[in-house]
């Protein structure tokens, strides 16, 4: 806590998790915070997985020179053939002891800490322990958060296990969702990651003082009331919808993109699987032969491997010589990262083909650009059902989880098509786009949210 004219100011910590589908909407917050006269440290865990991450670590540093930056070194990681995501996640988790020191050196004093819902369960009883208030920053959707907040109880019944293929989930007899969207490891019999995680983070989670979530009031009314009525479960922290997270000054214009800027308004298609998902290489030729076929002008970003550094390959070998001539006729191909906000907010581009990760979907509500949903896993078919049922964008469900099935290419162009052309969908998201942007402005539901935290935070 500092004094500024007698007037308290907030000093709040955030730790992240790994991954960009978690770093961006922490690095995102930050600068509302800076907006809003909050202090803030970034501390950051060393090393990164990514190069991106490192890369957008320095940019952001070198934006805003006003946040202290506190490097969190992680123990040394031990080799596996684990996801690196996930097993990063550990890592940062194992190394939880090494936090207190890094924080009591923190001046003035914090107010308030703030960590990933991945991180709950290292995170809170270090924070508990030092009475420091701690909140959580839910990375996912609302409906997300339905799930993972009743997940310890449907875990410890048969509720799951007894349910049929095409059944609903329900908690208490509240509707949570049908089993089809379930992320398929949480449906499994045997442990794996995602199942102990739910477990032991979602027991944190409700000890923290609240939970902030990347969404708005009206993208996903529905999920945030049944949570804070007490629907899902009795007593839930607190829980402020504070999105969209707008994209800060220095995310932008990093690559430019000139091709677009000689495209007909709206009709660009942008394709990408988000910072972490490879499709097969069948997968990967079959949708590039339904990108040409669909006569839509398109960027593509095509991924090859799960995290940068290991991507050694030419585009020309993924996608083959004779597909690499037919794309340059009609889109722009990348094997790169791309600045996204970049694409989504050029006004050449009309439509995303997305795994709907979350930060994807509201940076797609954010633009009022149309989405053709193609979730591959995780919370990605919880997400596209959102997307759907507001008119954000369509889904063809028998597409199934990634490497369910090959979808051919004839199939993808037909579905482009459709997409593109649904004058429809297209002005629905225009609405969308105008909701979003009235919730994160003056006097909007996540902006009134965000205030009142902030005035709560400066009292402490
Ligand atoms: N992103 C980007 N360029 C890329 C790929 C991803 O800027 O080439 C950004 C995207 O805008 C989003 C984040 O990385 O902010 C990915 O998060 P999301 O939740 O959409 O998916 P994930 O990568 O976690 O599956
Ligand atoms: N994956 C993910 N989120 C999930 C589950 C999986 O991003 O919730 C990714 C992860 O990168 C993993 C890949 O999908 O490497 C395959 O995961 P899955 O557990 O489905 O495959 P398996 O372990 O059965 O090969
Ligand atoms: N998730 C979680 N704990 C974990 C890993 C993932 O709660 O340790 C959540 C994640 O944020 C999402 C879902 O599980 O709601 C599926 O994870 P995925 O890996 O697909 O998401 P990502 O990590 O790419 O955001």
New binding site residues.
């Given amino acids: 806590m500092s004094s500024s004219g007698g007037r308290k100011l907030a000093h709040v910590a955030l730790l992240p998790s790994a991954?960009?589908?978690?770093l961006?909407p922490f690095l995102r917050l930050a600068a509302l915070f800076v907006a809003r006269n909050v202090q803030v440290t970034f501390i950051t865990p060393h090393p990164t997985v990514s190069l991106t991450e490192s890369q957008a670590l320095s940019t952001f540093f070198a934006s805003f020179p006003q946040i202290k930056q506190k490097q969190f070194h992680l123990l040394q990681a031990e080799k596996n053939s684990f996801d690196p995501f996930f097993s990063h996640i550990e890592l940062i988790k194992s190394s939880g002891h090494l936090l207190p020191p890094l924080l009591s050196a923190l001046t003035p004093s914090l107010s308030v800490f703030i960590t990933d819902m991945t991180l709950a369960s290292a995170v809170i009883p270090i924070t508990q322990a030092i009475s420091l208030p701690t909140y959580v920053l839910f990375?996912s959707s609302a409906k997300m958060m339905t799930l993972f907040l009743s997940y310890p109880a449907l875990a410890g019944s048969r509720a799951l296990d007894d349910l049929e293929e095409t059944g609903v989930i329900k908690i208490r007899n509240l509707e949570l969702m049908p089993k089809s969207l379930v992320p398929p490891p949480l449906l499994q019999k045997s442990d794996n990651f995602l199942k102990k995680s739910f477990v032991e983070e979602s027991g944190k989670v409700i000890e923290s003082s609240g939970i902030l979530v990347n969404t708005f009031v009206s993208f996903e009314f529905e999920s945030l009331g049944k949570i804070n009525d007490g629907e899902v479960l009795e007593r839930p922290p607190s829980v402020v919808a504070i999105g969209p997270l707008p994209p800060y000054d220095s995310e932008k214009s990093r690559l430019q993109l000139a091709w677009l800027d000689d495209q007909p308004a709206g009709s660009v298609l942008y394709v990408?699987f988000?910072?972490?998902?490879a499709l097969a290489r069948d997968q990967i030729r079959e949708l590039g032969v339904g990108l040409i076929t669909s006569g839509s002008r398109f960027v593509w970003?095509v991924k090859n491997s799960i995290v940068d550094k290991e991507d050694g390959q030419e585009l020309e070998e993924v996608i083959g010589h004779e597909l690499m001539e037919r794309v340059k006729e009609k889109g722009l191909i990348v094997k790169s990262?791309?600045?996204?906000?970049d694409i989504l907010s050029h006004p050449a581009v009309g439509g995303f083909l997305s795994?709907c990760?979350?930060?994807?979907?509201m940076?797609a509500a954010w633009n009022g650009v149309r989405i053709l949903a193609w979730p591959q896993n995780g919370d990605q078919k919880v997400n596209a059902d959102v997307v759907e049922r507001i008119g954000l964008g369509t889904w063809v469900r028998s597409w199934g989880w990634s490497g369910e099935k090959l979808v051919s290419g004839a199939e993808i162009a037909e579905r482009i098509r459709e997409c593109m052309g649904n004058e429809s969908l297209r002005i629905q998201t225009l609405g969308i786009k105008e909701d979003a942007r009235k919730a994160v402005g003056f006097g909007g539901s996540s902006d009134k949210g965000l205030t009142e935290l902030i005035s709560m935070w400066n009292q402490f």
């Fill in positions: 991954g960009m589908g978690h961006t990375t990408s988000g910072s972490r998902t970003v990262w791309v600045q996204q906000e795994h990760g979350w930060n994807s979907v940076e």
